[in-house]
């Protein structure tokens, strides 16, 4: 059963921001992009999840080995980039949306916006650094978090 009733209270958005100029359509792309990006989002992560949580041994399957498995092809670090940068880029311009609909002050919408750039931002620098400088043999490590392949780590050194 719903909360709320009649009475409650609802806070509309407020009525969408005019610059006074022309954005060459930007909120018309912005519209596009979030249907566009949303349907690659559903092809990337439902395959994600497939591959990770229902295929092979399922859940139990996930450790280190796994992911260096997964990132010694480049199809799966692309994959895996372009899923963070595409979710970053789509969720982070949902919430630019939400910040113009709900921040009444102008200093409070430039700042929001500010932090969700920096945000945004950093997510993308570390994701990025994560899956593109990851290594399967860190030098302090004897080897044995890649089960089956005892001497990997020794064969690359
Ligand atoms: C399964 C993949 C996804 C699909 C199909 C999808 C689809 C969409 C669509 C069509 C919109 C526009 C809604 C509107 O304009 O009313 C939207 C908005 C939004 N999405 Fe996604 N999305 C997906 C994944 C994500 C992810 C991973 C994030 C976060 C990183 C995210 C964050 C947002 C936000 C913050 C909004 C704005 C919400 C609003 O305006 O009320 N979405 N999404």
């Not at 005019?18 to 566009?36: I, P, T, Y």
């Not at 919408?109 to 932090?115: A, V």
Request: charged share 15%.
């Amino acid at each position: 059963m719903s909360t709320a009733d009649a009475t409650t209270p609802v806070v509309e958005p407020l009525r969408p921001i005019r610059s006074g100029r022309s954005r060459n359509h930007a909120e018309q792309w912005s519209w596009l992009f979030m249907r566009g990006s949303g349907v690659l989002l559903l092809v990337l992560i439902f395959t994600h999840l497939f591959i990770n949580l229902f295929s092979g041994d399922g859940v139990n399957q996930i450790d280190f080995a796994f992911v260096a498995g997964k990132w010694a092809s480049p199809v799966w670090k692309i994959w895996d980039f372009v899923m963070l940068v595409l979710a970053m880029i789509h969720g982070g311009n949902g919430m630019r949306l939400l910040i113009n609909d709900y921040a009444r002050e102008t200093w409070m919408r430039k700042t929001l916006k500010t932090l969700l750039t920096a945000c945004v931002a950093t997510i993308v620098v570390l994701g990025s650094l994560v899956i593109f400088t990851f290594d399967p043999c860190p030098l302090d490590a004897s080897g044995d978090l890649l089960p089956g392949v005892p001497t990997f780590c020794e064969d690359v050194r």
